[in-house]
Nanobody, 120 residues
Framework: QVQLVESGGGLVQPGGSLRLSCVASGSIFAIYTMAWYRQAPGNEREWVASVDSGTGTKYAESVKGRFTISRDYPKNTVYLQMNSLKPEDTAVYFC??????????????WGQGTQVTVSS
């Protein structure tokens, strides 16, 4: 069993900052990529940023220069530092890990999501 648990969401004013965390736990053999996605009401889920040891970090154009993704490999944790937040960043943010569990075939695992609301 593998679990991803996000935390750190909340209500913040425009221009403010939040830091999201996501911890992966369970019978994990190896984690290859960790990423953040978000889904606003009425919209499809969209990719925000990702990090892995091979290709480094990547960002969607809409968050480049404002968000920073980082990873603590020993702790199986990924972070998303979000600065200069805008109302259009309001969404449920999901963590995804591409990993192998119990020496099995790699697959995608998702967290339950954490709400981020940017409003004055």
């Amino acid at each position: 069993q593998v679990q991803l648990v996000e935390s750190g969401g909340g209500l913040v004013q425009p221009g403010g900052s939040l830091r999201l965390s996501c911890v992966a736990s369970g019978s994990i053999f190896a984690i290859y990529t960790m990423a953040w996605y978000r889904q606003a009401p009425g919209n499809e889920r969209e990719w925000v940023a990702s990090v892995d040891s091979g290709t480094g970090t990547k960002y969607a154009e809409s968050v480049k220069g404002r968000f920073t993704i980082s990873r603590d490999y020993p702790k199986n944790t990924v972070y998303l530092q979000m600065n200069s937040l805008k109302p259009e960043d309001t969404a449920v943010y999901f963590c995804k890990a591409h990993l192998s569990a119990n020496w099995g075939t790699p697959g995608d695992y998702w967290g339950q999501g954490t709400q981020v609301t940017v409003s004055s």
